[in-house]
């Protein structure tokens, strides 16, 4: 009888001891998710899972805390195929976005037409592509347009460029899952307001605009420069994209960028690079200081949620 008692109290002993070692294991060894988690371990306190992720100091790629939809820029059936993407990511039940949506805009910098770029913030959108950027004043332009006018005793929407976008926030409100009056907090550019979930975001692939990254990377209310190196191999005169983009030029441009970025960052900027294409390989870009990727992470394992 005093045996059997003492075997069951072994057995107990031994099933603690296991289940000991594997709550340790758990908490020092690394947890590897699968890519199906790391949207719902991206979700924070912001909406914004970019802004998050960057506050973070993490990587940031398409389909963990945003999402890319569809085309603006060359679909021109983009928009009849924007608003059943955006509903996609507000499932029936659930209290905000699943990620945070972003589209590249059916317009070029130099066209600066301020209701579309209304007309998209207000259908719930938290990141807009500006393609074919140039200049400053054209993306000075461009965040006005993002931007409601400054409200009086510096209340909400202070600094430049000041805003000029028009007040009908009720549907983007409703898609964020906030009140009204949260969405006129929430609803400007970060990082020039901290506390803002809208990103100003512009995609390099001109000559001009590599020429101009120093300068427009200090216009205040940028928040997310992408290197395109499709268009930039055209502008450089290479020829088709395909056979170009580990041309010695395109690289050449993408470093230039890449080595702007780093300066901004050594001098206090928050502004995010990234790339479209990761045609050399998504360790050298990484490598060079480019943080947020159109492209999924695919089987890399850096960077795990923290």
């Not at 009888?1 to 296991?18: E, I, V, Y």
């Not at 332009?141 to 510096?154: L, S």
Request: net charge neutral.
């Amino acid at each position: 009888m005093q045996a059997k008692t003492c075997f069951r109290d072994a057995s107990w002993l031994r099933a603690a001891w296991a289940t000991g070692i594997s709550v340790v294991l758990c908490v020092l060894l690394p947890t590897f998710s699968p890519p199906e988690v790391w949207a719902q371990q991206a979700q924070g306190s912001r909406l914004n899972g970019i802004t998050e992720r960057a506050e973070r100091g993490q990587l940031i790629f398409n389909g963990e805390s945003w999402q890319m939809l569809p085309d603006q820029e060359h679909d021109v059936f983009g928009l009849l195929r924007l608003e059943p993407a955006l509903a996609a990511l507000r499932p029936e039940g659930s209290a905000r976005p699943t990620l945070a949506p972003v589209v590249r805009v059916g317009m070029e910098a130099g066209q600066q037409e301020k209701h579309y770029v209304k007309q998209l913030l207000d259908a719930g959108l938290m990141g807009l592509i500006l393609p074919q950027i140039e200049t400053a004043e054209q993306l000075r332009e461009f965040i006005a347009a993002m931007r409601y006018p400054p409200q009086q005793r510096g209340r909400w929407y202070g600094g430049e460029p000041a805003g000029k976008r028009g007040w009908s926030p009720g549907r983007a409100a409703q898609f964020w899952g906030v009140s009204t009056e949260e969405y006129a907090r929430k609803a400007d550019v970060w990082p020039l307001n901290a506390e803002g979930e809208l990103l100003a975001m512009i995609l390099i692939e001109t000559k001009q605009a590599v020429d101009n990254i120093a300068e427009l990377l200090e216009v205040p209310g940028l928040g997310v420069v992408l290197v395109g190196m499709g268009d930039l191999s055209m502008s450089l005169g290479l020829g088709t994209p395909a056979a170009n983009q580990n041309h010695p030029d395109v690289m050449a441009a993408v470093d230039r960028v890449a080595q702007a970025c780093a300066a901004h960052r050594s001098s206090g900027g928050k502004v995010i690079c990234g790339r479209y294409q990761t045609a050399e390989g998504l360790e050298a870009a990484i490598a060079k200081g480019f943080t947020m990727f159109t492209s999924q992470r695919g089987d890399y394992r850096g960077d795990l949620m923290r």
